[in-house]
């Protein structure tokens, strides 16, 4: 709703922009707002309609959720499991599929991949996921502050709100790695 909102503001924007190269860019950015929401929407509908295992078993949710997506992209798939497999709280293991699922999604759109590996790291206190591809890659500077990507922002808000932290490392033409790392039973 929030995301609707304020493209709904900046629509408004648009309607008064008179240069049409800005019209061109702003409407280009807002339609990926759009479609960035109706994923989530997506995603939070399926997550309504889909039953949780009592396992919580998050490697599972991202096998079957990312697996297939992949596969049917031409794009190599791997998901390796570190420590001692846990159930996580409800929301610790939801923002970390989100923030797995937008990782991969990223990396389908944006990075032209050939492979997209997952760690799923369970630590003492922690878990830690991280995405990597062996993508064209990015500049992480140039998506900072105002023109960050709404992905990566997502992501990073998605964290955050579990107590935990996201990090970004990438360069043009060497891949990206995307790891968050949050403790196993942060506060609602």
């Known amino acids: ?7 709904a503001l900046q629509l408004d924007t648009v309607a008064r922009t008179e240069d049409s190269t800005d019209l061109r860019d702003e409407v280009g950015r807002i339609r990926q707002q759009v479609q960035d929401s109706i ?3 997506q995603e939070s509908i ?4 889909s039953p949780r295992t009592d396992s919580r078993d998050l490697a599972l949710r991202l096998r079957e959720s990312a697996g297939p997506v992949l596969e049917r992209a031409g794009i190599g798939f ?6 001692t497999p846990r159930p996580l709280v409800p929301h610790v293991e939801q ?6 699922m937008e990782a991969i999604v990223n990396a389908m759109r944006h990075a032209e991949a050939g492979c997209v590996h997952l760690d799923l790291i369970y630590e003492r206190a922690t878990v830690r996921l991280r995405v990597i591809d062996d993508g064209q890659g990015f500049d992480p500077d140039s998506v900072t502050g105002d023109n960050a990507h709404w992905g990566l ?5 998605r ?9 970004v490392s990438s360069a043009p033409e060497g891949g990206t790695r995307i790891e968050v790392s949050t403790p196993t039973n942060a506060p609602a």
């Open 159 to 167: 964290a955050e709100q579990v107590g935990g932290r996201l990090s």
């Open 39 to 41: 994923r989530e929407a």
């Open 95 to 100: 923002q970390l599929f989100r923030i797995g």
């Open 46 to 49: 399926r997550d309504l309609r």
């Open 153 to 157: 922002s997502m992501m990073r808000e």
């Open 1 to 7: 709703l929030q995301n609707l909102v304020g493209m």
């Open 78 to 83: 791997e998901l390796v499991v570190t420590g």
